[in-house]
């Protein structure tokens, strides 16, 4: 893994979360992406050399809608940048981390993701980001 690629934040409503956040980093997010597949709206918002994602449930069946039912609004997932995302989920998979799926998939902001179960990450949900070249 390279770096932290960016912190994933559950919120009940992107419109009023997208102000606030605005307010608190001085600076509007800068796009607004639906993954259909995930159930979710994301925003992004770039805070010196690190990146924000909001996540929005758009539906009630979204993993977003029931983190948020269990645990409420808050940090989400770290994700983290992958030189290349299917050797490091193979590498992964062999230490024993569970992954959440079994071939990259497309994710917001031009990723390819995979997650990680958080029951072997410490409760910690990891997503790993390789940029579409
Ligand atoms: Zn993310």
Same mark, same amino acid.
């Given at each position: 893994?390279?770096?932290? +690629? ?11 979360? %997208? ?38 449930? *758009? ?38 981390? *569970? #992954?959440? %799926?079994? +071939? ?5 902001? %031009? ?8 029951? *072997? *990450? ?5 997503? #790993? ?5």
């Amino acid at each position: 893994m390279r770096k932290i +690629e960016h912190i994933g934040i559950a919120v009940k409503s992107l419109e009023s979360s %997208n102000e606030l956040f605005g307010k608190l980093f001085g600076e509007a997010h800068y796009k607004v992406e639906e993954v259909a597949s995930e159930g979710v709206n994301t925003s992004f918002f770039q805070v010196g050399p690190n990146k924000i994602e909001l996540l929005e449930a *758009t539906k009630p069946d979204s993993p977003i809608a029931k983190f948020i039912e269990k645990k409420g609004e808050g940090i989400h997932h770290i994700a983290y940048d992958v030189e290349d995302i299917r050797a490091e989920m193979k590498r992964l998979a062999a230490e024993g981390f *569970t #992954l959440l %799926n079994e +071939e990259p998939k497309k994710g917001a902001d %031009n990723k390819l993701v995979c997650f990680l179960h958080p029951k *072997t *990450t410490n409760g910690v949900l990891i997503e #790993l980001c390789q940029e579409i070249g």
